[in-house]
């Protein structure tokens, strides 16, 4: 089965902290993304990568940075937690073509 | 810019009810449209895909979905309910330009009644 794993569940972090989200692929897919998901506003695309340090802003960039240094692995940056950025956390890879996303089980973080 | 709207934000049936998620979209050309499902707590599963072909498409679980390109509609059906569907549906469609990127609805909740 193909995998997406994120490296926490819950986290929880204070105002102005820098808060590393971290998910790993198993599919050797060469997309991947970070989407955040709140009540009411569905999923919104943070950022993605199509390559290894590779990367486009997606709807919501702001306050937000990416690093991929391996195929496998695509992590979010959250520079300085604002407590506007609570929020569950979505990690997602695709292969090339249209194929469908994989996501993760999402971090819930809350940032106090 | 393609959009995709689910007119209903919350939906509740009795078990063994037939169901209907209604999605519309905005697009350009042929749409790649998709179907996700969220249980409580977890990520986004995908319960199918239409890119082309026949417009009724089977997905896992029992459901289905047809693909109306006069309404720009893709609206997800199951006959008969199960106390698991309970849970969060988002539609989605790919995103011009040769990316990879979808655009999601803001999602339907499903409550299932005993």
């Known amino acids: 089965d193909v995998k997406v794993t994120q490296s926490s569940r819950y986290l929880v972090k204070r105002t102005g902290e820098k808060v590393f989200l971290e998910c790993v692929q198993d599919?050797?897919?060469?997309?991947m993304f970070w989407y955040r998901q709140d009540p009411g506003l569905g999923l919104r695309l943070i950022y993605f990568?199509?390559?290894?340090?590779?990367?486009e802003k997606g709807d919501i960039p702001e306050g937000y940075s990416v690093s991929r240094e391996k195929k496998e692995r695509f992590s979010l940056i959250l520079e300085s937690a604002s407590t506007n950025q609570t929020s569950m956390y979505l990690c997602?890879?695709?292969?090339?073509?249209?194929?469908?996303?994989?996501f993760g089980p999402g971090t819930r973080l809350t940032v106090l | 810019a393609q959009s995709v709207t689910q007119p209903d934000i919350h939906i509740t049936v009795s078990e063994g009810a037939s169901l209907e998620l209604r999605c519309n979209y905005s697009?350009?050309?042929?749409?790649?449209l998709f179907w996700y499902v969220q249980s409580p707590g977890q990520g986004l599963q995908l319960l199918l895909k239409?890119?082309?072909?026949?417009?009724l498409v089977q997905g896992i679980k029992g459901f289905e979905a047809e693909f109306k390109r006069s309404q720009s509609s893709f609206n997800l059906r199951k006959p008969s309910v199960h106390w698991s569907d309970a849970a969060e549906y988002f539609c989605?469609?790919?995103?011009?330009?040769?990316?990879?990127?979808?655009?999601f609805g803001k999602g339907t909740k499903l409550t299932v009644n005993p």
């Open positions: 697009y350009g050309a042929t749409p790649y």
């Open positions: 239409y890119f082309s072909g026949d417009t």
């Open positions: 989605a469609v790919l995103s011009q330009g040769g990316s990879e990127k979808l655009v």
């Open positions: 599919m050797d897919h060469e997309n």
């Open positions: 990568s199509y390559d290894v340090k590779m990367k």
């Open positions: 997602a890879g695709a292969g090339t073509g249209y194929n469908e996303q994989f």
